[in-house]
């Protein structure tokens, strides 16, 4: 399965990194749960849900009295499936097209590399085949070429791409798209935007600015903001998903190139940490490679 092979360079890193911790050695003491939290620090998982973790596996120690490193394994998958279920907001059943919104207006951000371009290709993509009408926005005006990828994917795909060219008032892209979209009774209108995170007050105000813009066709529009991280680039990603938030209302997330890194773990980190659903995870190039992040299925196959 994609998943599975998608994770397979975080799963090969941390376990070969927790087996070596257990060598030798019959109980998880002390010793090994100060290992165990320098894995985790090292996988990306983020400090603060490193140490829950940890906190857990030490009350488990504290309730059971003795538990043996052969139980680490089972045990340490029980804890992660079990904080992450505990995030409510993270359960996520694929919501875009079960809205009765129409058409759902889904905005996309993320800083340049991320996978932004690519991820809305591959969501049009998806939700075409699943037999919705979708409409694209090339608002990513500022990037060179962003534009001529999104063109690109609508061709692929053959949906409509509505673009000025670059260097234009992405704020008019966004009215025309979700205006295009209302006309020809679509299901879907995914806005792309240029996320220029270094001059912050300028990203702020031209987020708000598309929003207000596209309020004017669709009062409660966007439904959705979602926010793209690079999973591959571990703590940056967490810095990223800090610093979107705080420029505007971030309702979704996904995380990508997950394949080809051992940093996984971010997954987890994020998950728990911002009360934000992580709803879709990249896991290679193919279309079918961005999947609706299951926590379970996550775990499971981290653990297998
Ligand atoms: P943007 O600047 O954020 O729009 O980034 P792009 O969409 O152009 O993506 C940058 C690169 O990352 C492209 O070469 C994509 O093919 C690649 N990419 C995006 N998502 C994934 C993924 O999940 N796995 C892998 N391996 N590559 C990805």
Known sequence: ESLDKGLEKTKEGFFSKLSRVVVGKSKVDEDVLDELEEILISSDVGVETTIKIIRRIEDRVAKDKFLTTNELDGILREEIAELLAENKSSDVENAFIKSDKKPFVLMVVGVNGVGK?????????????????????????????????????????GIPVIDHGMNTDPASVAYDAVKQAVEQDADIVIIDTAGRLHTKVNLMNELSKIKRVMQKVIPDAPHEVLLVLDGSTGQNAFIQAQEFTKVTEVTALAITKLDGTAKGGVVIGISDQFKIPVKYIGV??????????????????LFK
């Open 117 to 157: 371009t690519t991820t809305i290709g591959k969501l049009a993509s998806q939700f075409h085949q699943a037999g919705n009408k979708v409409v694209l926005g090339a608002g990513d005006t500022f990037r060179a070429a962003a534009v001529d990828q999104l063109k690109l994917w609508g061709q692929r795909v």
């Open 284 to 301: 290679g190039e193919k279309i079918e490679d961005l999947q609706v992040f299951n926590k379970k299925e996550f775990v499971d196959s």
